[in-house]
């Protein structure tokens, strides 16, 4: 059964900094890709970061050279390195992984920019 519990959301000033995790359980971590989405209110779930499982990375171009997704396969966990934040990244960002044709999704965690 794969679980994804995401942390280290909340209220950062612009042009701050923050750090998210997404710890999984299971034996599938290493093998599969993972990414991060998120998701403002009234808009569509989007794709901020991406990893394969060799750890090539991928970003659209709302968040490269700000956005940094890591792995670490020994403790199962996935980050995401936010820097230079802006006020429209304010939204609630997902842990996801694809195993065996099935979308398995975190609870979400916050993060809010504001002054």
């Known amino acids: 059964q794969v679980q994804l519990v995401e942390s280290g959301g909340g209220l950062v000033q612009p042009g701050g900094s923050l750090r998210l995790s997404c710890a999984a359980s299971?034996?599938?971590?290493?093998?599969?890709?993972m990414e991060w989405y998120r998701q403002a209110p009234g808009n569509q779930r989007e794709l901020v970061a991406a990893i394969t499982s060799g750890g090539t990375t991928t970003y659209p171009d709302s968040v490269k050279g700000r956005f940094t997704i890591s792995r670490d396969n020994a403790k199962n966990i996935v980050y995401l390195q936010m820097n230079s934040l802006k006020p429209e990244d304010t939204a609630v960002y997902y842990c996801?992984?694809?195993?065996?044709?099935?979308?398995?999704w975190g609870q979400g965690t916050q993060v809010t920019v504001s002054s």
């Open positions: 299971g034996s599938f971590f290493s093998r599969y890709a």
């Open positions: 996801h992984v694809r195993v065996r044709s099935i979308d398995n």
